[in-house]
């Protein structure tokens, strides 16, 4: 997907102890503490300031948020020269440049003046508000309409970020789309000049008038976001954590490598995937073709220690040995399998994968190397795709069976694990995604066409859909993947339009919104710490759609901030 956006735009260690002690960690000393109150400048205090402390040496960032007096304090392990960012919806930021001392406590307040330049106002508006804005069609079924666009055009990059909102010629429009409907499978000329038209007219510079207003969560003044700079990676795609050794795994889908990140140093090491020696197959231009670079999209830690990823590029599926930091040879998918996607591992080892091309779901027994492809039942593919691309999987803790999304075919299905029958449901959403198991066995699936959650009792296929929060009338968000905190079953969802992250409390149906620290965040998947963090990567493409043009990993302690006093 990075080498279809470079086509078209051309252009965590095992933190077993409390927020206080990780932030000692990081240098190695006792931390220091960062306080202030920030205000309008006319005495008001701000309530949800994002306070975020940056050390460019290291690549750690750390943000708080302020509470209804405007107070904030950061207990931090950053030491030496560092750059205090402060920045709240539809005011200016304000950065200050400081000297933390371990051990040492720092005062820095802030007066923060409001926007007043539309452009201005423009530039911070996330994606969703520029993307919400263009004229879409009114009618759902419509092929223009606004849950089309958002599955077919939005959904391996957003539309409306900094890069994609660019105004370019029409030409220009035409020769994208043509790209993207290329990888859809669907170069229909009539839908191409009609979608590149949309986009000419809608990404023409003005700015939106639309004011989305976000409330902010009382959790939020609890929450220390961490963010550890990816300086040497292209696409990293899914990270998941190690327990033997706490450390998060990312693979990078287009560098193909496998990143190792160190929570409480910061640092990431980088180990290259060997190219395939299978014969490239296409012309790189749609999901069916196959490259000699491996491109590691997702990944599962196995009952043998080693890592499990699917090589979208190579059709393989690769092992990596933690141990040694070493890849084994992969195994290679027969024909006609297509593109291996999401992957998950069940309790007896047996690995489990999405096809997203093929339209097939693949069997792995990484002990005696038997692989078997499920071809899914046939199924009209919705929107502008010509195929309905299974993407998310996961397995049943009560009865063993592997559930999949078709994500352009707005399906549910589950296959027996020991006869292979497939049995199909109608999705309670609309562009189901990413879904994962809770510890009950209730299946969570994100809709990203519809900008809603859903949990559905496999046995019976019943389900409660929650829809997200919306800040503007109309303005959907587009939910990528869930995945569920193992100690509080709570539900994480990671969202592509809003730079937001949202977490959902089952017991009192509520969501708990998260901004963001970089504009432009496209988050992939969850995965957890020991100590309960929330940890995912933040990667859109291209790069410079976020800002500082920099992936990260980044992980949210929900609890790791004092309460003020």
Sequence with gaps: MKKLSLIIFMSLALVACSAKESSKSVQGVTPGLLTGVVNDGQSKPLNGVMVRVTNETSGISQSVFTDEQGRYE?????????????????????????????????????????????????????????????????????????????????????????????????????????IMQSYLGNPDPKLI???AALLYAGFNGQAPTVRPVFPVDAETQQAVI???????????????????????????RTASQMAVTDLVSGKSVFFDQPPSMRPAVGKGDSYSARSKEPGPHSLALGKNGYWYTTNAGSDEIGVFDPKTRTWKASFVLPEPARYPHTIRIGRD??????????????????????????????????????????????????DGRIWYARLWGDKLGAIDPTTFAVTEFDSPVEGPRRLRFDAKGKLWVTGYNDGMIAKVDTQSMKSEVYPMPEFAAGYRPAPYALAIHPATQEVWINETLTDRVYRFLPKEKRFIVYPMPLRGTFTRDFTFTASGWACTTNSPILNAALEGNETEVLCIDPSGAKARK
């Design 74 to 178: 950061l207990s931090t392990g950053l030491t030496g020269d560092v750059t205090v960012r402060f920045r709240l919806p539809y005011y200016r930021d304000e950065t200050s440049k400081l000297i933390l001392t371990a051990g040492k406590s720092v005062e820095q307040k802030a007066v923060l003046k409001p926007m007043t330049d539309l452009a201005e106002i423009s530039e911070s508006l996330p994606s969703a508000y520029h993307f919400g804005n263009l004229a879409f069609d009114k009618d759902p079924k419509s092929i223009n309409s606004y849950q089309h666009l958002q599955r077919d055009c939005a959904g391996c990059h957003a539309l409306g970020n900094s890069v994609t909102r660019a105004p370019r010629p029409l030409d220009q429009w035409v020769d994208i789309v043509t």
């Design 193 to 195: 000049k009609s979608r």
């Design 226 to 252: 961490h963010e550890y700079r990816l300086e040497n990676t292209i696409f990293p795609h899914d990270a998941d954590i190690n327990p033997a050794d706490g450390l998060v795994y990312t693979v990078d």
């Design 349 to 398: 080892g047996i690995v489990w994968f999405t096809l997203a091309a093929s339209t097939q779901v693949g069997r792995l027994d990484p002990v005696s190397g038997d692989i078997k492809l499920i071809y899914l039942p046939k199924l009209k593919p919705l929107g502008g795709s010509a195929g309905t691309v299974p993407y998310g999987i996961d397995i049943s803790p009560v």
